[in-house]
């Protein structure tokens, strides 16, 4: 059974900085792309970045270039979200993702087969 735990939100200051984890068991994801998307109040679900298990190849939504880093630590099966100089729009329920890798790396939500349950961040101003 496929497991994605998410961990690491909270309450941070604006210009401040946080990294959410993802905790992946169950499964092998050598062939799978991992995902963080978020999820702001009243809002839908968008596409934050993205890394293949195998090789590492990140992919950035543009409104997350710069601020944000993806990354994976293969013995630790854990995939990493970086956030800095975070700003209150940066407040949303941040999830991770797997997908089945493919040749573009795919934005919609439908492209992934598990969930985790989520992680809350928020920033104050």
């Known amino acids: 059974q496929v497991q994605l735990e998410e961990s690491g939100g909270g309450l941070v200051e604006a210009g401040g900085s946080l990294r959410v984890s993802c905790a992946a068991s169950g499964r092998t994801f050598s062939s799978y792309v991992m995902a963080w998307f978020r999820q702001a109040p009243g809002k839908e679900r968008e596409f934050v970045a993205a890394i293949r298990w195998s090789g590492g190849t990140t992919f950035y939504a543009n409104a997350a270039k710069g601020r944000f880093t993806i990354s994976r630590d293969t013995a630790k099966n854990t995939v990493y979200l970086q956030i800095d100089s975070l700003k209150p729009e940066d407040t949303a329920v941040y999830y991770c993702?797997?997908?089945?890798?493919?040749?573009?790396?795919?934005?919609?939500?439908?492209?992934?087969?598990?969930w985790g349950q989520g992680t809350r961040v928020t920033v104050s101003s």
């Open positions: 993702a797997a997908g089945r890798s493919t040749v573009f790396i795919r934005i919609n939500t439908g492209a992934y087969d598990y």
